[in-house]
């Protein structure tokens, strides 16, 4: 059975750096793609980052790219988002997920926003002004 779970979301000032972590246990981590997504109360779902380790390629949304950073620990089975420089816009409810595909293109999986991956239960990002 396939488990993700996110943590670190919490409550920073704008400016501020949050860095948001990601296991998933259940199946061999580094041949999948994995993302971060995001949904705010009233808005769209959107892909924030992705990442296919096995060909090193990452994908980052125009509104985050510069401030963000996604990495994974494939010996840790983590996923990471760092995320610099926050603004009140950023501030959502935070979803890892892992294709349910291997080797899954970064791109692609960060833009089926509500395709049938593997979800964890979401941490939220709260940054006041």
């Known amino acids: 059975q396939v488990q993700v779970v996110e943590s670190g979301g919490g409550l920073v000032q704008a400016g501020g750096s949050l860095r948001l972590s990601c296991t998933a246990s259940?199946?061999?981590?580094?041949?999948?793609?994995m993302g971060w997504f995001r949904q705010a109360p009233g808005k769209e779902r959107e892909g924030v980052s992705c990442?296919?380790?096995?060909?090193?390629?990452?994908y980052y949304a125009d509104s985050v790219k510069g401030r963000f950073t996604i990495s994974r620990d494939n010996a840790k089975n983590t996923l990471y988002l760092q995320m610099n420089s926050l603004k009140p816009e950023d501030t959502a409810m935070y979803y890892c997920a892992a294709s349910r595909l291997p080797y899954a293109a970064e791109y692609v999986v960060c833009r089926n926003v509500y395709a049938d991956n593997y979800w964890g239960q979401g941490t939220q990002v709260t940054v006041s002004s």
């Open positions: 259940g199946l061999p981590f580094a041949d999948y793609t």
């Open positions: 990442i296919r380790w096995s060909v090193g390629r990452t």
